[in-house]
């Protein structure tokens, strides 16, 4: 299945590249962003401690658009993953691991909207783990998630607004999400208890629900861009007041070309998932290279 999916997104990029010139307002646009951070700290004979660590991270953002006789096509896949090394720890440990993939089809009835349907993938690319310590106080880690384990799948209509490439809103009033998971981390649960939702023995969870996806993105000055991610979901058949939250907003200092610093920052609600607000961060100086 990783096969599969990675060769829908490469075949993408190839229709994308072949297609014959076009006006300037239609047919295919492509481009993105690649960055590598870097961090590190190190401390030798600190009054107050600390503990040697070094992390590097990847992030990828790739846009596809097609637009030809009213009909609009926006693909935008968002790629991050990350290793932190701890002194004195037995693991690597991730600092940020996801896969979002997110394909709007819209066939516009005025200037700015359009009736559309909303397609979307997320998932992490690597395993994760819970990280203890055993008898003997000896660090310790076990199996939590893996790649499409879980996979969220999201396929809904509705309406389409879209400004221009930097700021668009999609409302889906019929939305259906398909929670999948592996049975392994189902088989051993408890009963009553659940796995990203999943019951018992399972390895799904389905939803209809309503969904609300947005994007901004500006430059307040010179040099600096913020961009911000908005995505709400409510189960219709399951307490519709819990709405699903995934939220984020990065920015990003160019010093050249090639160099710039970047800060994210995501809060992320989802009851089945865990019953927190869950907050990540990444705050690094990288490398960028622009993608065609």
Known sequence: MRCLFIALIGSQMLIAQNDSEAP?????????NATFLFNQS????WAS?????????????????FKRNGWNWDTKFLGDFGLTKISGTKFLRKTNDRIDLQSFLGKSFSKKWSYSTVFGVKTQFARGYTFGKN?????????????????????????YWKKSKDIWVNMAPITQRLT??????????????????????????????????????????ENITLEQRLGLYSDYLDQAENVDLDYQISAEMKVNERISTNLIIQLVYDDNAVQNLQVRQVFGIGLRLKLK
């Open 24 to 32: 300037s307002d239609e047919g295919w646009k492509r481009g993105g």
């Open 42 to 45: 190190a401390f030798s004979e």
């Open 49 to 65: 401690g600390g503990q040697n660590s070094i992390s590097l991270s990847f992030h990828t953002d790739y846009d596809i658009s």
């Open 135 to 159: 008898s003997e106080s000896e660090e310790t880690r076990s199996l939590r998630t893996q790649f499409f384990s879980p996979v969220y799948i999201q396929l809904g209509v509705g309406l």
């Open 180 to 221: 999948l998971v592996s049975r392994k981390f189902t088989a051993d649960l408890q009963e009553g208890q659940e796995y990203f939702g999943v019951r018992k023995g399972d390895n799904h969870r389905f939803e209809l629900g309503a969904s609300v996806n947005a994007f901004y993105k500006f430059s307040p000055l």
